[in-house]
């Protein structure tokens, strides 16, 4: 993984004396509110609901076991123990002291860890695959380019006041496991038809208020015009893009409004004066850049296990987990594990400092200390030896992160909610804790097959409710919690925005219309069909007369979220 170099340690630690003197000011009485609001965020804190909201930056999903570590240590002894993953596969800790603040970044800081550009206006963290240089399917590892786009845009002086926050992603390879789609802008990995290697340039995703898909801006974009592009795309935006309302600022309205014929020429006019220029990307920087994602000391080790295989054949439980939570690795005798955060009960993505240590320690004793965090709220240790799974599990176990079900109804992802966010209209993880009380079944949900499910407490879709396959959304009727039900989203090759199915209904409404929904999938799927295929086969209609079936005349909502 990367390392800072002398510039970065200099820079991040300069950042911090410069905010722990704001700090200073404002609790001085020297800065006003509103002029403190604007540094505090630059450093990823925000004024939530009961406390200050603290966003570390986990840059493109990786963390070595010593971060982690880190990580556990701060929550503990400046919070309430336990931190949050996040769908962009970031830190947040709901509960710190405004003045324990730049005594938390220094700590970060010393672990080679930061929370700039965590918030605000700017290019957020940029995300990758989960699977990055573990998946046979990718065309290469996301990861160099990724950090490369970090380097490039951190404090970059044209883009630190862009119309709205602004996120990329970079996928490694044709099943898109980085949601290029739904991003600002997004760079898939790919080769041209004489074997050159490039990227795919897709721009104007997102969700939010009004949920767009990304369209190509670009079939093939050759390596090193990387930054030179994505500089393009970003003056265009930051040029035309809505500062006078912030519900249109995101470039999505603007290539939605331009149309992407005409956004493409824009880009492509303005690249006309940057191609070639200092920020073309040359074989010596990438390998600089590279030479951080080299492979691990992997072991020359035969494809199969014969321990494994006997431990899979022996223990049934063992063998569910390794069906939902094993992913296969491209090194023969390797394979990733998806350690899960969604136990019955626990908030989706939360995990205690003591959980945080358990993970940093498997990840050295069975990894080469390197841990993934997905977009899903989940971690990933990438390079187990299958001789250890068995092992692995049984001790991943005892600390409740063996969960079989990721991919299934109840690997919930879900934002915080009206309980920690100030902006949520409703909560978010009572709904995800009933949802996993009705479908505790293992076998259950097993049978359901492949069925993603999000929830997110406003519009601002932190949960991704408008790519799960079952979306649910918190809205506001009266001063009082409702959820609006959204079917038929998609993440990755397939993304697709789901559509809202009718009405609002009550939080006590909600498990049972999810359970009417599965039923009726159920009922309708054939042979090896997902929710997805079967849903996009018969369409909305059955599914929305079976949701609401028991519900007494539900009255029209006024809320739009398609857009």
Known sequence: MYKYDDVDRRLVKERVAQFRDQTRRYLAGELSEEEFRILRLQNGLYIQRHAPMFRIAV????????????????????????????TRTNVQLNWPKLEDVPEMLAELADAEMHAIQTSGNCIR????????????????????????????????????????KYKIAVSGGPDDGAGVRIHDQGFQLVRNEAGEFGFRVWA????????????????????????????????????????????????????????????????????????????????????RISAHFTAPAYETLPAK???????????????????????????????????????????????????????????????FGEVRVTQTQNLILPDVRLSDLYLLWIQAGGAGLTTPTVGLLSDITCCPGGDFCDLANARSIPIANALQQRFAEIAEIEDLGELKLNISGCMNACGHHHVGHIGILGVDKNDKEFYQVTLGGAWGV??????????????????????????????ERRPGERFIDTYRRIGIDGFKARAYETIKAPSEDKEVVNG
């Open 59 to 86: 840059p493109y999903g990786l963390l070595s076991a010593q971060q982690l570590r880190t990580l556990a240590s701060i929550a503990r002894r400046y919070d309430k123990g336990y931190g949050h993953f996040t």
């Open 125 to 164: 963290n940029t995300t990758v695959d989960p699977l990055a240089a573990v998946s046979a399917s990718q065309v290469g590892d996301p990861r160099p380019w990724a950090e490369i786009i970090r380097q490039w845009s951190t404090f970059h002086p044209e883009f630190a006041y862009l119309p709205r």
């Open 204 to 287: 104007g995703g997102g969700l939010g208020r009004t949920p767009i898909l990304g369209q190509v801006v670009r079939e093939f974009l050759p390596w090193p015009h990387l930054l030179t592009y994505s500089e393009a795309i970003l003056r265009v935006y930051n040029r035309y893009g809505r500062r006078d309302n912030p519900f249109k600022a995101r470039i999505k309205i603007l290539v939605k409004a331009l149309g992407i014929v005409e956004f493409t020429r824009q880009v492509e006019e303005e690249w006309s004066h940057l191609k070639d220029g200092p920020a073309t990307l040359t074989e010596a920087e990438v390998a």
């Open 305 to 367: 296990d014969v321990q494994f295989e006997i431990a899979r054949r022996d223990d049934k439980i063992f063998a569910k987990w390794v069906e939902h939570n094993v992913h296969a690795h491209k090194v023969p005798g390797y394979a990733a594990v998806t350690l899960s955060f969604k136990a019955p009960g626990q908030a989706p993505g939360d995990a205690s400092s003591e959980q945080m240590e358990f993970v940093a320690d498997l990840a050295e004793r069975f990894g």
């Open 494 to 523: 397939e993304a697709s925005l789901g559509k809202v199915i009718g009405p609002s209904i009550s939080a006590a409404e909600v498990p049972g219309a999810v359970q009417r929904i599965v039923e009726h999938y159920r009922n």
